[in-house]
């Protein structure tokens, strides 16, 4: 799988994206390597007081997005990848039906 992270008008450090793709690529073992892309923007908002985390999926037939605000990077990718993980769970169940 392959991991893009753009930060929005600010640089990331080496730290906060080896946080995000060690979290990231976790997903990948629940779809059995079917993700082929991790698309991750990273942005402030207005006030600078929350930071935005958006996350997309790019999987065989569907794209999962999730989208969260929070106090730091941290704590909204965590929370991305937990929304991820449902919507995951939710898509292989629809796969298993077909």
Same mark, same amino acid.
């Given at each position: 799988?392959?991991?893009?992270?753009?930060?929005?008008?600010?640089? *990331?450090? &080496?730290? /906060?994206?080896?946080y995000i793709n060690r979290k990231v690529e976790k997903l $990948?073992?629940? @779809?059995?390597?079917?993700?082929?892309? *991790?698309? &991750?923007? /990273?942005?402030?908002?207005?006030?600078?007081?929350?930071?935005?985390? $958006?996350?997309? @999926?790019?999987?065989?037939?569907?794209?999962?997005?999730?989208?969260?605000?929070?106090?730091?990077?941290?704590?909204?990718?965590?929370q991305c990848v937990e929304v991820l993980k449902i919507q995951i769970k939710k898509l292989k169940g629809k796969w298993a039906?077909?």
């Amino acid at each position: 799988m392959e991991i893009r992270i753009q930060s929005v008008k600010f640089d *990331a450090d &080496v730290k /906060l994206t080896n946080y995000i793709n060690r979290k990231v690529e976790k997903l $990948s073992r629940y @779809l059995e390597g079917r993700i082929i892309a *991790a698309n &991750v923007t /990273l942005s402030l908002t207005p006030d600078h007081a929350n930071k935005q985390v $958006s996350i997309q @999926l790019d999987t065989p037939g569907h794209d999962l997005r999730a989208e969260r605000h929070a106090k730091t990077f941290e704590s909204a990718v965590v929370q991305c990848v937990e929304v991820l993980k449902i919507q995951i769970k939710k898509l292989k169940g629809k796969w298993a039906e077909q």
